[in-house]
Every structure is written in C-alpha cells, then in structure tokens.
C-alpha cells in the first residue's frame, strides 16, 4: 500500500507536464456508449434470466401509531404469492450516511407510509395486488407534523456535516451597537432529491454469502448497513452499484428495499428484486427539512460588515441528529468579528431529514445571498460593490488563509460576460410588452472535503493499465476522470486503460458524496500511478523525475522503451491510498463562483420565466471539462427548481407528503430552462489534493435561487422571503404602473 497524506502543498506534477494531453479534456465518457445503447445494468436489472421472486412493500397507514398486529393471511392464501416478510428488523426509512445503524421498525410506525411489510410473489404485478390484502391493525399515537408552533423544543444535534453552533467575539452586544442593523427571516420548503433511477435492490443469497446489487453512493458505508439490518456479518455481504442512475444524497445511506430484499431472498429460498415505486421513494427514503432561518447583519454607515448571524430551524425524525447545515458556508463567506451560526432540530413525525445536494449551501444561500442583495440595497451599493467591499483577507471563523479563493475573479468575468452594466438602475422599470424585465446575482461557495481512498492499478505485461476501487459513478463522469488521470500520470492511450468501479470486493473507497468523489478518489489513482511511475525508474536505473511516460513508453536518456518490455511478460499491482492531513486544518479550502440571472415577470398572471443563467465558477483543477460543466447545468437547473416550483407538502393532519410523484412535485422541465452558460476559470489549489482540484458538482446550485430572487426583485419591485417564488406571492404585489414599454 503506497499511501499520502494531505500535510503540505503539492508542488507540480505530472498532470502539470500534460505528457499524455488528456487530463482536462472534455472527451467522452467511458462507459457512454453502454448507457446509451441500454447496455449499462442498473440495480434492478441484474440477474436477467435467473429464477427470481419480486416484493412489493406495504405502506403504513398512519403517520404515528404502535403496531398491535399484521394480518397476512388474505396476502399469504393468494396464489403466486410466496411470503409476507414483517418484524421489527424492516427499515422504516433510508439509513442516515453517518454510521452504520439503520433505522429498524420496532414495532412502531413513525411516519406515514412507512414500510410496515414486504410481499414477496412470483410477479411483480402479483405482489402489488396481494399488498393491499394485508391488514394493519394499530394504535394510534400523537404525531407532530409541524415545524412551526413547536420551534420552542429545538435542540442542538451534533449529527450534521458541521458544529451546530459556530461563534466568535459577542454578535448580540457588536448587533444592538451596529450603526446599520438588518433582520430578515427566510423560509425554504423541504425538497426531495427525486433521483431518476429509483431506489431499487436485488439480493440473492448463496448458503451464509449475500450479494446485493443495489443503487447506493457510499458502498463501504453502506455494506456494514445492510450487514446489520440484515443481521450477519459484514464480511457476509457484497455490495455491487457498477451504474446508478442518480442519488444527490438520498443514498448516502441505504434505503428500506436493500434489506426488504435480502430479508425476502432469505424467506423464500431464491433471488429477490425490489424497486420502490416513485410513491414509495417520496414517502419512505429521506427528504430535504425545510427551514426557518433568521439572518441578522450589523454594518457601518458605509457599508463594511462588522457581525454576522445566521440562525436555522430545521426538522427530522425522533432519535435523528442529521440536520440542515443551511449556515456551512456562512461562517467563512462574508466577514464580521463577531459571528453567530446556529441551527436547532425540531422533532416531527414526518419522513426522516437527510443530505441533499449541497447540504446546507443549497438552502442557506438561498437566505444569505438574498439578504446581502437587500443590504446593499438600503446603502444604494450595487450589489457587486457590496460584495467587494465585504471580502475577507482570510477565514473570518478560523483566522487561517484560504486555501485559493477567486470569488471577486468569478464575480468580474461574470458581469463582463452577462453584461451586468445594463442592469435596471430601478426595481420595476423595465418593460417588454407584458413582462417586467431584472436582472440578479447572488455569490456562490462549497466547501471543500478531503476523504480517505484508495485505488489500485493493475498493470498487464502487454502494459495495459486497469483501475479498481469501490468508487461509484452517480452520473457525475467517475469512470471517465479516473481514466484520464490514470491515462496521464502513465503516459497511456485512453482506450489502454480499463476502470472498474462499484463493487466492495475492490480497494474501500471514499464514495460518491458531498463534492468530495473525484478529488478523493482521483488523488488514490493519483498515488498508485506514482508508485508505479517509481517502480519502472527502478527498473530501467534512472530517477523517476527524469523519466517521461507517452503512449504506452518510457522515455530516459536516449532511450525509449515500451512498457511491455520493462514488465518482462509480469503483472505489476499498486495501490494507492490519499488521506487528508494538516492542509485541511491549516487552510480554509472552498470552491466559489457566482450566478447572474435575467428573469421577465408577467404582469397579467405573475408566471416568472428565467430568461438567461450563467454561472462562473473555480474549482482547482477540472479534471473533464464536458463533465464538469453538465454538473453545473445540473446544479443550474435544479437552482431554478428551487427557487420557482420545488416544495414537498405535508399535510399538517397526518403527516402524509401529499405530492409525493413527479406528477405533482414540480421539477423544472425544458419549458422552463433557458439556454444555459457556464463558465469555468483556470485554477490550482495544491493544498486540496495531488491533483490541486476541488468538489464542483454541488457549487452550481448554491446560490442560484437567489440570484433568481434578486432579479424578481429588480423587476418588479417585490421581495419574496418564503421560497417558492409562486405566482400566488407576486399577483397581489404587482405595480400597477410600470416603465414604458421597450
């Protein structure tokens, strides 16, 4: 094991020297073709030909209730039906991403529709039918379904991806002297992830040896997951996600259908598929927790931010601790001496909260950034002089340096690009025809995370290189970065290296999650290509930084040599393992960006259009630029979602998500997205990681409903502080008179 730890600043590298010319390059990803051509298997779609039994969950009726008894006889007499797996161990929800527990049932239904049963028939169809056979007879219990009234019981949790609470000097005596004070409170809805490819498992048990193929992020988490829900060892199990058709967080941590199938494989003696319908994804995975969230901002006359507070409320589950980290850029974003950051659980009986894309940025910019348009607003600052009057010279939390740090470089490029001098100088006096026209622009940061990896590389005697890790591709181009950075540290054709990826019998990797995949993951191949690169200069007797590798040779002296020939008809295997080390203590890493929107208002129905979005970002090295930039597309449109249409309803009754399908849970269509503009800067950061790039899948949409926010303000005059921005906000507040028509 060939192993690096993150303790200084990397100097250059073979990436730097492009021998190969591959690192970097929007090619085409890697296992492109077998998607398209329907090649690729998803979770359900393993074990074709094999015989197998299908399960169909049964939803609780009931958002709080202690199960007295299941009725299965009716499900049980049905012909084709083969078991009707029930006990405490069934997952009521998705399994948190923080340990290894899941969230068994114990004889309770804490929310509604959750999994109280598992039919399990010779057909799909045939399990659906019986499902509704079996009969639920409960107590019912007191249930919370609320935030608001019940915001008085928040506690702080240590369950999140940050300190609940994050302070510096006194924000109460620095606000109440401020010469300018600001108080706003914000609210955002909870949001679902609503991933394309549902969550969905096979199991197939062989004597005491389980394999689930299942559609999950972090697999060496999520094996020990299903090992306990299951009730074996983890070396028991093996846990392959070769391609997932999406997660965004929802699976961080497992959902109920990866241990419901190994629960009704075991029962019925043959291999178990289980998909959740898109009913059963809404109501019994994870959700995104709405938030309460008050930002108070004390300045002087002339604009200079002095303290900053952002407090959160947000929900989850009884016995939860995970809790929307809406303030984890707020601490290091804009400055103030004295700083208040907190954020209370408030306990509901309603589906359990859990990571999101961007956790905390996606719902907390959508305060901040909106709140900074406002203030600077009251000074008559635009609102980029705001922002450049109110950067940091260093970590205002931490007081250590930023790491690399190009935010008012992004904020330049962006409003020379997107032409922001144009911009309404006055709110409500731009028209064309029926529509009101602004213009917005709201910062955007991510930070950045450092995870353990490792990865192997095998290198055949014909000098063919392939990659192993339990790394998983979420759609976010694992397989193709992988292979670039392999192909250049190793001086390879693309097409002479292999990847394999998604499966836990390979080198434990850090996972798909949080930004942190590509950097973490890349840096392990990094670290073995390296070993390997050292290997060969032993060989031929010559110093590894004298030596260059290209297309599939070695090149030392007035020698060329292929691979073949140093291998000597042998196999050579490396791994290589990255950790974080001292830079992630002694710098503040973080990527940044910013987003200019220009939105048009109808001035007869309220219907808000977003006319352009660019976003300019930096985020260290990109590693592909067509995969980097298709997640900031990503990342813009579901920005627009977020700010125009998203919003999971919850009855207040009983704890029901209402919406709970694609029909009614409103996701941003073609209609509604225009012709989007990414722009990415040259940036190194060699404290992040060897290959000196950082997380850009979540940075796209932090920030983006903000600025979406603020140019529905500059064009028509009307601040919106409870997310969606709906029709229904607007209508009533529309000015009557408004500029000449262009």
């Known amino acids: 094991m060939n192993k690096h730890v993150m303790n200084e600043a990397i100097g250059e590298t073979r990436l730097d020297r492009g021998t190969q010319g591959v690192i970097g390059q929007g090619v085409d990803r890697y296992e492109g073709k077998l998607k398209v051509s329907g090649k690729a298997p998803y979770a359900y779609e393993h074990l074709i030909g094999e015989k197998v039994a299908y399960g169909f969950v049964v939803p609780g009726p009931i958002g709080r209730a202690r199960v007295k008894s299941i009725d299965t006889a009716k499900a049980r007499a049905m012909p084709g039906v083969l078991a009707v797996v029930t006990g405490d161990a069934i997952m009521h929800s998705s399994a948190q991403p923080m340990g290894p527990d899941v969230p068994a049932m114990k004889g309770e239904i804490f929310h509604y529709n ?80 609503a991933a394309m490819e549902p969550h969905a498992s096979v199991a197939k048990w062989d004597g005491d040896q389980l394999t689930v193929w299942s559609s999950c992020q972090l697999l060496d988490l999520n094996v020990k997951q299903i090992a306990n829900g299951v009730g074996v060892d983890a070396s028991k199990v093996r846990l392959l996600s070769p391609y997932i058709g999406g997660g965004f967080g929802s699976k961080l941590g497992i959902g109920p ?15 178990v598929k289980l ?109 980029i002089a705001f922002r450049k009057l109110n950067e940091p010279e260093k970590d205002p939390q931490e007081d250590v340096p930023f790491s690399s740090r190009r935010l008012l470089e992004c904020i330049d490029e962006g409003a020379r690009r997107f032409g922001w001098a144009d911009r309404p100088s006055k709110p409500a006096t731009r028209r064309e025809g029926e529509w009101l026209v602004g213009y917005g622009m709201a910062s955007a940061s991510r930070a950045n995370s450092l995870m353990a990896s490792s990865a192997e590389i095998e290198m055949s005697a014909d000098g063919r290189a392939t990659v192993k890790t339990s790394m998983t591709d979420i759609g976010t181009g694992t397989y193709t970065i992988l292979q670039q950075i392999a192909a250049e540290m190793l001086g390879l054709p693309l097409d002479r290296v292999d990847v394999l990826l998604g499966d836990t019998s390979l080198p434990a990797s850090s996972g798909s999650g949080g930004s942190w995949g590509a950097n973490s993951a890349g840096s392990s191949v990094f670290v073995a290509a390296e070993a390997i690169v050292e290997e060969f200069a032993r060989r031929l007797d010559v110093d590894a930084s004298t030596l260059t590798l290209k297309d599939g040779h070695a090149i030392a002296g007035n020698r060329q040599i292929p691979f073949s020939e140093i291998l000597k008809r042998e196999t050579l295997t490396v791994t290589g393992k990255i950790e974080p080390g001292d830079t992630s203590d002694n710098t503040n890493q973080a990527s940044y960006g910013a987003h200019f929107a220009e939105v048009a208002v109808n001035v007869t129905t309220g219907e808000t259009r977003v006319r352009r979005l660019l976003t300019v970002g930096t985020a260290g090295r990109i590693l592909n630029m067509k995969t980097a930039t298709s997640q900031c597309y990503g990342g813009q449109i579901w920005g627009i979602g977020y700010a125009l249409e998203e919003e999971l309803v919850v009855d207040p009754r009983s704890g029901l998500i209402v919406n709970h399908d694609l029909a ?79």
């Open 114 to 193: 959750q999994p109280v049963a598992l039919v399990v028939a010779e057909t799909f169809e045939t399990a659906r039918h019986a499902s509704h056979l079996v009969e639920v007879d409960y107590e019912p219990l007191e249930g919370h379904y609320e935030m608001e009234g019940r915001r008085e019981t928040g506690r702080a949790s240590d369950g999140g991806p940050m300190a609940a609470d994050t302070k510096r000097g006194d924000f109460e005596k620095a606000f109440a002297a401020s010469e300018v004070q600001f108080d706003r409170t914000y609210t955002t809805p909870s949001y679902h992830a």
């Open 257 to 271: 259908d990866a241990v419901l199938a190994a629960l009704g494989a075991r029962e019925v003696g043959r291999p």
């Open 275 to 383: 998909a959740l319908t898109r009913q059963n994804v809404f109501q019994a995975t994870s959700r995104r927790g709405e938030t309460i969230q008050r930002v108070r901002i004390g300045a002087t006359k002339d604009g200079r931010i002095t303290c900053f507070a952002h407090e959160t409320d947000t929900p989850n589950a009884e016995g939860e601790g995970f809790f929307e980290p809406s303030g984890i850029s707020t601490v290091f974003l804009y400055p103030g001496d004295d700083r208040l950051v907190t954020h209370r659980v408030v306990t509901t009986d309603v589906l359990t909260t859990s990571a999101v894309r961007a956790p905390g940025e996606a719902t907390g910019m959508l305060a901040t950034e909106s709140a900074l348009d406002e203030l600077a607003e009251q000074f008559g600052i635009d609102p």
């Open 664 to 742: 009614e849970y409103h996701v941003p269509v073609h209609a509604d997205v225009p012709k989007l503009d990414v722009v990415l800067l040259e940036d190194r950061d060699p404290y992040a990681s060897p290959l000196a790039g950082k997380g850009i899948g979540e940075l796209a949409i932090a920030g983006v409903g903000a600025a979406i926010n603020n140019a529905v303000y500059n064009a028509t005059g009307i601040r919106v502080y409870d997310y969606p921005i709906t029709m229904d906000k607007l209508l009533p507040r529309l000015p009557e008179e408004v500029g000449a028509a262009a």
